[in-house]
């Protein structure tokens, strides 16, 4: 199994609301990332996690709030976000944070701020 | 960070070899070169990565300069299923420094497959 499954894959949400994306992958990875991409664009890294803790946050607004609750399982919480934050947020994962070790990413969430 | 540089475009014709370039003048020693590639709508796709020699797999080469600043993915019979944005990525090896566990994206090159 080499995939890293993301859900939803679309979201439509309010600026009031709050919902969350979920990331999952059963490789055995140890490491694990949040990026965000605006249309044609590349995708921008917004959190790294490696076993389970965060060890980079690239300058994210507070509105944005990773979890990693197990090996498997990344999370983003996303409270009070702004329309220009609509983007396709990716997740990856791999078996180290070094060179050595290639990412897996998934399909993606693709989430509208109204 | 080591920064990238590569062709904003490239065309091809299906079934002819494809040589997307990449610039990497400030790589250092222990820096791996990867290559994903983004087809629309989809997520990024690892394509390949090495350090020094050159690369072989299923997918693709990759040609690394004898300096390592430059590195090239060849594709050797394009496909129209190869269409996408190709990315050179610099992964350092190294614990300790900003970029280490990074994996950050330059602009990338965007293939056109002709049929």
């Known amino acids: 199994d080499t995939e890293v499954t993301q859900t939803p894959k679309h979201l439509v949400m309010g600026m009031t609301n709050k919902k969350s994306l979920k990331c999952e992958q059963h490789m055995g990875h140890r490491a694990m990332y949040w990026y965000k991409q605006k249309a044609k664009k590349p995708p921008e890294l917004m959190f790294v996690?490696?076993?389970?803790?965060?060890?980079i946050n690239e300058s994210v607004p507070s509105r944005f709030s990773p979890e990693c609750p197990n090996s498997s399982l990344l999370n983003l919480h996303l409270h009070a976000l702004q329309p220009e934050d609509s983007a396709l947020y990716l997740c990856?994962?791999?078996?180290?944070?070094?060179?050595?070790?290639?990412?897996?990413f998934g399909q993606g969430t693709r989430l509208t701020v109204v | 960070d080591a920064k990238t540089t590569q062709p904003n475009s490239m065309e091809s014709n299906e079934e002819e070899p494809v040589h997307l370039p990449c610039n990497h003048s400030t790589i250092s020693g222990t820096d791996y070169i990867h290559w994903y590639r983004q087809l629309p709508s989809q997520g990024p796709e690892y394509v390949i990565h090495?350090?020094?020699s050159n690369v072989n797999n299923r997918m693709a080469s990759l040609a690394i300069a004898e300096d390592r600043k430059s590195s090239t993915l060849i594709l050797h019979r394009a496909t129209l299923r190869d269409a996408a944005v190709y990315y050179c990525?610099?992964?350092?090896?190294?614990?300790?420094?900003?970029?280490?566990?990074?994996?950050?994206f330059g602009q990338g090159t965007i293939l056109t497959v002709h049929p």
């Open positions: 990856a994962s791999s078996h180290g944070r070094t060179g050595l070790t290639e990412a897996f």
């Open positions: 990525i610099l992964r350092v090896t190294n614990a300790g420094g900003t970029s280490y566990g990074k994996l950050t």
């Open positions: 996690y490696s076993y389970e803790k965060l060890s």
């Open positions: 090495g350090l020094t």
